[in-house]
């Protein structure tokens, strides 16, 4: 027996440690990619006319020109942050207290809104109320949502939230119809009542990820929906669905796990009121219908066999084209407030385009484009922990605040109004 032959050489260890700081070094390497902490923190990209209106709004509403500094570990993460939202919505969410209104629609569907009234008065003193539109498949008591209403609230504003067609769990379809990418018929329903019972009231305009499609549609489609609306701020929307499916294929940035978990949470709404949209029936058609449904793994595939007939759209081409709101933004004559987040890994960096080219070209349009927050996330904290207001809750009421004041101190025929700039034009006829 060979003692030596056992002894370990002085080098090994030597080796074995140097394996080990290389493995932590390459541990530490992914962490610091994959939590982006070299990035910097900056102020929103803006794009913008420089307007008497414009530098009103950048001096007013200091979120828009100050660094949004997420939280220090973990905030630079659009996955993160966005899975945050996803699973929590928000930290620490409050539960402020509404109404639940129900509104018959012409085609048998019961639109529902939930109404919460103000915590005090607005530093203008006017009336004011925020008509908002959630996210896909959301609703009133998403937390999200819930943090949001109780801080505007608190700053004298009545708060209006559409729960989408459908989303609610406990209550039942009474038609054969849920909401839809681009369908502006409950959110007109509630936008028109609100102006029915609050006649001296004027609006301010807030839409969510899909809700942001939704608000700019319904502002595009008529000219009389922008009466008594002050402004509109839009959230994380992507514009065209048309030019998204093609992104939402690919697995840059995770975006096709993305577009699995959505379907699977699509399927799931869809499923839970069958007996609703398919009147109970096993038709060929039907059967057919949900045994690709059943299969789905896909949003576009759900909005091809699904959700394109609620409308009798013939082709997903032609759905996605008439229910995107590209095609009507353009007409939207009020102070409108597009924000997208840099690091959103559901919207394309492709599509962020659309809002930045309609910004400098038109007077009226404000994009922001921060470097991080995700997709409706927007977290700020100093290094683990996020606060319970986000900085998007905080840029909201900010610029909703600073459109109030310029619409005070302006004379009616300068004003955002349109109804009042009418009645302006009439009275000098």
């Known amino acids: 027996w060979n003692a030596d032959a ?66 220090l570990l973990w905030g630079k993460s659009g996955h993160l942050q966005t899975a945050l939202y996803g699973k929590l919505g928000r930290v620490s969410s409050p539960n402020p207290s509404g109404v639940r209104m129900y509104l018959p629609m012409v085609d048998g569907a019961t639109a529902t809104f939930d109404l919460f009234e103000p915590m005090g008065n607005h530093q203008t003193g006017a009336d004011i109320t925020m008509v908002i539109c959630p996210g896909i498949g959301n609703h009133s008591e998403k937390h999200y949502i819930r943090t949001f209403v109780d801080y505007a609230q608190k700053d004298g504003y009545r708060c209006a939230v559409l729960n989408h067609l459908g989303a ?108 609703s949209l398919f009147g109970g029936s096993s038709g060929k058609t039907i059967d057919a219908d949900l045994s690709r449904l059943y299969t789905a793994t896909s949003l576009m595939q759900i909005d091809d066999n699904i959700m394109r007939k609620f409308h009798g759209h013939s082709s997903l081409k032609e759905y996605y084209e008439k229910e995107s709101c590209v095609h009507y933004i353009h007409n939207v004559k009020v102070p409108l407030l597009l924000v997208n987040s840099a690091d959103d890994p559901l919207v394309h960096d492709s599509l962020l385009a659309i809002p930045r080219t309609l910004a400098a070209k038109k007077s009226n349009v404000v994009f922001a484009l921060t470097l991080h927050g995700g997709h409706l996330g927007f977290f700020e904290g100093a290094v683990l922990f996020p606060q319970p207001l986000t900085w998007m809750d905080k840029v909201i009421v900010g610029y909703a605040n600073a459109m109030c004041q310029w619409e005070k101190q302006k004379p009616p025929c300068q004003s955002t109004d349109l109804s009042t700039k009418s009645s302006c034009t009439t009275e000098k006829a």
Request: hydrophobic content about 40%; aromatic content about 12%; overall charge positive.
């Open 6 to 71: 056992y002894t370990i050489s002085p080098e090994l260890p030597a080796m074995f440690d140097g394996m080990k700081m290389a493995a932590v070094a390459t541990v530490l390497y992914i962490i610091v990619r994959c939590l982006n902490l070299k990035s910097p923190t900056a102020p929103p990209d803006l794009t913008y006319q420089d307007t008497p209106l414009s530098r009103f709004l950048l001096k007013s509403c200091p979120q828009l020109t100050k660094e949004y500094i997420p939280p």
């Open 168 to 275: 609610l769990p406990n209550i039942e379809l009474t038609s054969p119809r849920m909401f839809t990418y681009g369908c502006t018929w409950e959110f007109s329903s509630m936008v028109g009542y609100i102006k029915r019972t609050y006649p001296q009231t004027q609006l301010i305009v807030v839409g969510f990820s899909l809700g942001g499609n939704i608000v700019c549609k319904f502002l595009g489609e008529n000219m009389v929906n922008q009466e008594r609306v002050l402004c509109c701020v839009s959230i994380c929307q992507g514009y065209s669905a048309l030019r998204a499916q093609e992104t939402f294929l690919q697995w840059d940035q995770f975006r096709r796990f993305y577009n699995f978990l959505m379907a699977d949470n699509m399927k799931k709404i869809i499923l839970s009121h069958r007996h």
